[in-house]
């Protein structure tokens, strides 16, 4: 085995010591001393900084300086010794041991002690020490080097950090954690306290279920902001760290997660409008389809019959009641956004006087209405009578949140903005009883209302409608100071788009003469089959019914050139008019097609895509309607 080297470095004045020392230490077994003298202390100090040594044997004194100045002469700039010193004297005295270990001598032997191994003993101790203690130093620069950087991951943390006992008790906490609720640890107070009431018990549970079982802590709850009350979601998160003796400590995080919070609430909000709008889009089709059977059928009947007929008065009654149900599906559709529009410019500034006259004398006497609406306020892009509806509700609505023991007054104003794009902004505001927040998150809700039962659709078919003609409408209100709802239109120049000439011809005139030619009608419920083969075979139109995409398909490749027209429904089940159309023309087929459908020539052409159509015949329609929308396409077409 290779025998341990060690400088050893020797200040003694005495050359006899040092020679004695030399003798001692070579014929050491298993070490191999290389020995460096210095007669004087100034020499040793040169020394001990050129060789840097593994131990240096130090006489307590010499002719220049004693062994405690060496000492201090040694030190580094922090303060510790180069190399451990073994201090050596002929006179042993305990207050000097003393000394020199405090100054940092390793270790201290009388020379009357240096015979045998005992040099080689205190040598070999004081390297060991003060390799232990080298190492102890340096574990100690580690562990701070650890702290300050844990305590700057803590500190850089967004999240809320936190230790805690078993019972919640804080024990440490980021400046974060300060920051927002106030509490340090200095104040025992358990984390608990700043819970939300109606999160406390749900979340006091799960902290025990976890400290009971000794798993991970986590649950969704509301914390108590120090600087204005405010309570705002968290998701809290702790893990239990166990120590000897079966000490149990948590390490917390809490994660602000309120703007998530309010990101699915407004998911779960648009969705909800969404499913609502497909059912009611999909009733009021439906419902669009029967209407057919009941105005058709009675205005076919109404026709036939003579003017003077006893049954003329009940058919005008179940016409103008059909009407009336009409109006519902356009309210159901202007929810779903497919509500039946004719788009066109329209100036607002004229528009909303109009209405309130209209309306003036179904507003109570103590509500006055008042109207700020310059003259140079731009057209907007819209439908003028589903608008008049949207400004009627809206000023109902505001005539009806001010308290009948009281006066208040409705402020209807129009202004143009650039501040979300090119709107112009219709304001009614009303100084009536407000909403709170629960109110008002469902005031879009279809048949939500804070009066009696019964009232419609209300708000959600406002928003339908202002959707439909491309804007947004927002609402302010604060309980006890009344309401403010902005509706946002966008400009007329702002969302012109292509021209459809097809289908705009209105016909006022009934089919009076026979109008010849073949057309086919696709539709899938029967009774719309029905009533439009009994009206066109009267006007002396031959009619091809088929109830489904794929009969109607067979139909044409069977007849195609002997029929004049195509009548197609575009939402049927199965294929739809879209895809029927688009099988038509993928196989070359030319004929014309005219759209019956209950929603808006804007959403059919949108569902259509590039696809022509001849024109639009709206649901439900009278039996001279049809007729004349049929004998108006067909005198269109060029002679064949």
């Known amino acids: 085995m290779q025998a341990e080297r060690i400088k050893l470095l020797v200040v003694e004045d005495n050359p006899a010591d040092r020679e004695l020392y030399r003798l001692s230490l070579l014929s050491t077994p298993g070490r191999k001393y290389e020995l460096i003298e210095a007669e004087n202390g100034r020499k040793g100090l040169e020394l001990c900084r050129q060789i840097n040594p593994d131990c240096l044997l130090l006489d307590f004194m010499m002719p220049d300086m004693t062994g405690l100045e060496f000492l201090l002469a040694a030190r580094n700039q922090g303060g510790t010794l180069p190399c451990p010193i073994v201090m050596l004297t002929g006179i042993s005295s305990e207050r000097v041991a003393v000394q020199a270990m405090k100054l940092g001598a390793t270790d201290y032997v009388a020379k009357s002690e240096t015979v045998g191994d005992i040099l080689d003993h205190a040598i070999s101790a004081a390297i060991g020490k003060h390799r232990l203690q080298q190492q102890f130093e340096q574990g100690q620069i580690a562990l701070a080097a650890r702290e300050r950087l844990y305590h700057t991951l803590l500190e850089a943390m967004p999240q809320l950090v936190w230790t805690s006992d078993n019972d919640g008790k804080l024990e440490h906490v980021n400046r974060r954690w300060v920051e927002y609720t106030g509490l340090t640890p200095g104040s025992h107070r358990n984390w608990q306290e700043l819970l939300h009431p109606d999160d406390f018990e749900r979340s006091r549970d799960l902290w025990d279920l976890a400290v009971a079982q000794h798993t991970v802590f986590e649950v969704e709850h509301r914390l108590r902001r120090a600087s204005d009350g405010a309570y705002r979601w968290h998701l809290a998160r702790a893990v239990p760290m166990e120590y000897e003796g079966g000490l149990v400590k948590w390490l917390g995080t809490s994660t602000d997660v309120e703007n998530q919070k309010e990101a699915e609430r407004a998911l779960q909000q648009r969705q909800k409008w969404e499913s609502i709008g497909l059912l009611a889009g999909g009733i009021a089709h439906d419902f669009n389809n029967l209407l057919v059977g009941i105005l058709g059928g009675a205005s076919y009947v109404a026709d036939v019959l003579p003017p003077e007929h006893p049954t003329q008065a009940m058919l005008t009654s179940v016409m103008q009641a059909s009407e009336r149900a009409a109006h519902l599906t356009r309210q159901m559709l202007a929810y779903a956004g497919k509500g039946r529009f004719h788009v066109e410019p329209v100036d607002l500034a004229a528009l909303v006087p109009q209405t309130c006259e209209l309306i003036r004398a179904s507003v109570p006497r ?76 469902r005031i879009f809700d279809p048949f939500f209302t804070t009066k009696f039962t019964g009232r419609g659709l209300g708000l959600a078919a406002v928003q339908g409608i202002v959707r439909s003609s491309g804007g947004f409408i927002t609402v302010d209100s604060v309980p006890g100071k009344g309401s403010t709802f902005r509706v946002f239109l966008p400009l007329a120049a702002a969302v012109a788009g292509p021209e459809r000439t097809a289908g705009s011809r209105r016909v006022t005139a009934a089919a009076s003469e026979g109008i010849g030619g073949t057309v086919l009608i696709i539709d899938d419920e029967q009774l719309v089959l029905e009533i439009v083969r009994v009206t066109l075979e009267r006007a002396g139109v031959r009619v091809l019914c088929a109830p489904d995409g794929e009969t109607g398909l067979a139909i044409l490749r069977e007849q195609a050139g002997g029929i004049s027209l195509v009548l197609l429904d575009l939402g049927m089940p199965g294929m739809n008019g879209r895809e029927v159309l688009a099988r038509m023309r993928n196989a070359g087929f030319t004929v014309p097609v005219v759209i019956c459908s209950g929603y808006s020539e804007q959403e059919v052409y949108r569902q259509l895509d590039s696809f022509e159509i001849a024109g639009l015949v709206s649901k439900p329609f009278t039996s001279a309607h049809l007729a004349n929308r049929v004998k108006a396409v067909l005198d269109s077409l060029p002679v064949r």
């Open 366 to 441: 103590n509500v006055d209405i008042h109207l700020d609406l310059p003259g140079d306020l731009p057209r907007v892009h819209t439908d003028s009578g589903q608008m008049q509806q949207v400004v009627m509700n809206l000023i109902f609505n505001g005539v009806e949140a001010i308290p009948e023991n009281r006066g208040g007054s409705v402020v209807v104003r129009a202004y143009r903005s650039e501040d979300a794009g090119s709107y112009v902004v219709l304001d009614v505001q009303d100084n009536g009883s407000g909403m709170d927040d629960e109110t008002k998150a």
